[in-house]
């Protein structure tokens, strides 16, 4: 339910389900729903804010439980340096914080993608002589992973040494998959079936997720066999949906399609969710029909099946056809999703959406991005005014496409001087800024780090990590 657009819990169902993890002491379980809760922005007051106080109450006592609960309400509302300081005051004052606590804290950041705070908690955890800890050392890969930063989520994992424990390895996994080093997932996998450590559904949606992005079918194909006829793990929707992304990266979408008429259990919006946006890729219009007729049976105002659509049609220059959709989808009130993107400067999140002129920078903003066009252009870069999927005049596509979100995200970052961009978008990243981000990236001799709606993208010296698969 946590993983589907259309069902997000109501406020009895997870003062339901918080109480019993505190009841049942799965502390683990309870971690991961409060960490859902602040990445899906859901108000923390009333009861359940009192079921998780004490579900962590558990844990590590009821006053370290009400703290933990503040701390989130400062993180949740974008006061993060409010929420590292309360930390810093449990620290100073007590109770200490264990690892159970730290755990959950770095939780918290993980979810906001804070690597600033996240380094801090780090440090203290340090300090504490927690760091070593299984429940610390497996949150600090999490944290580290969730804000860009996956040579040290290596490095932590690479410290747990002999502690690691099977999520340890799901972590890691997880990890590598979503930053585009799905060889490396899938070696850790088999590494860790050699030492007999058995993986469980979790660590199987992340080697599948792996496979999928790096476009190992055959592999992924065997793994999925393994799980079902080896370790005896009844394939769930998640497994579906990675194996149906498979095989539509891939390009095989009779087959993906295929895969979900014959799958043993109703196609879900994500299995149909990931047909879609394979249609998209590869300008399949006939399938690109089907799935969001089936999408939107499941869920009627999923904006995302109508704006996939539309732009698989505009895609095949059918601008009649999209104009419908998009009028459809407005007759509804169906609302699209905006794309924004976010960059952090020295604690402070700033925020860009595309052609936006609020930011009180915009001036050297805009003249930054006018300079980065016009050199990457001298290098060979040519825009790819495709990607601009209305029945617009070149110029005015180019001009679109010089102004996307995450390339005034980059522009302010290079403004402010900083040595490893990290910029987080929360929508799929562009054909054109994919390219042209791999020309900034030579131009200006530094890593580029770009998050979007399913995975990193490392930037370095004119090549991407997805190495063009995403």
């Keep these: 339910m946590l993983n589907s657009s259309s069902s997000k819990p109501d406020k009895y169902t997870l003062e339901s389900v918080l109480s019993a993890c505190a009841n049942l002491e799965n502390l683990k379980l309870g971690k991961q729903i409060h960490a859902y809760m602040v990445r899906a922005n859901i108000d923390i007051s009333g009861a359940v ?5 004490l579900m962590y109450a558990k844990a590590g006592g ?5 703290r933990i609960v503040d701390i989130t309400g400062y993180a949740q509302n974008g006061l993060l340096s409010d929420a590292l300081d309360l930390f810093k005051k449990m620290v100073r004052e007590g109770p200490k914080p264990n690892n159970y606590t730290l755990a959950a804290v770095l939780s918290v950041f993980s979810s906001l993608a804070s690597l600033g705070h996240g380094n801090h908690l780090h440090a203290t955890a340090i300090r504490l002589q927690e760091a070593s800890s299984i429940f610390v050392g497996n949150a600090l890969i999490t944290m580290y992973s969730r804000s860009g930063s996956i040579k040290d989520a290596g490095k932590v994992f690479k410290q747990i040494c002999s502690n690691k424990n099977k ?15 799905g060889k490396d997932a899938a070696e850790l996998f088999d590494t860790m079936l050699k030492l007999d450590i058995e993986p469980d559904q979790i660590t199987y949606v992340g080697v599948l997720f792996a496979c999928s992005h790096v ?12 799980m079902k006829n080896v370790h005896h793990i009844e394939p769930t929707s998640s497994h579906y949906a990675c194996m149906i992304d498979l095989l539509g990266r891939a390009g095989l979408l009779e087959e993906a399609y295929h895969f979900i008429k014959n799958m043993p259990v109703e196609p879900d919006v994500i299995a149909w969710g990931s047909l879609l946006a394979s249609c998209r890729v590869h300008k399949n219009v006939d399938l690109a029909k089907v799935a969001p007729e089936n999408l939107l049976l499941l869920d009627p105002n999923n904006s995302g099946a109508y704006s996939a659509l539309a732009n698989t049609l505009s895609a095949c220059r059918r601008w009649k056809d999209a104009a419908m959709i998009r009028k459809s989808m407005k ?3 169906v609302k699209k ?7 952090q400067i020295h604690n402070k999140v700033h925020i860009f959406r595309v052609e936006d002129r609020l930011h009180p920078q915009r001036d050297p903003i805009y003249r930054m991005i006018s300079k980065i066009w016009m050199e990457i252009k001298k290098m060979g870069f040519i825009p790819n005014t495709n990607s601009v999927l209305h029945d617009l005049d070149q110029e005015v596509k180019e001009q679109i496409l010089r102004h996307h979100s995450e390339k005034l995200a980059i522009a302010f970052a290079l403004i402010c001087d900083i040595a490893t961009l990290r910029i987080m978008k929360n929508l799929r990243v562009c054909n054109n800024c994919h390219f042209a981000i791999k ?11 770009v998050r979007d709606s399913t995975r990193f993208h490392h930037f370095n010296d004119g ?7 995403w």
């Design 167 to 181: 999520l340890t390895w799901t972590y890691m996994i997880i990890a590598l998959a979503q930053h585009g080093f």
């Design 337 to 343: 999703e905006q794309g924004i993107s976010w960059v």
């Design 49 to 53: 804010r009192n079921a998780l106080i």
């Design 62 to 66: 009821i006053k370290i439980s009400h």
């Design 215 to 226: 476009g190992l079918v055959q592999q992924g194909k065997s793994y999925f066999s393994l």
């Design 331 to 333: 007759d509804r009130v």
């Design 463 to 469: 090549s991407c990590s997805c190495q063009d698969y």
């Design 439 to 449: 020309y900034i990236s030579k131009l200006v001799g530094r890593e580029i780090i």
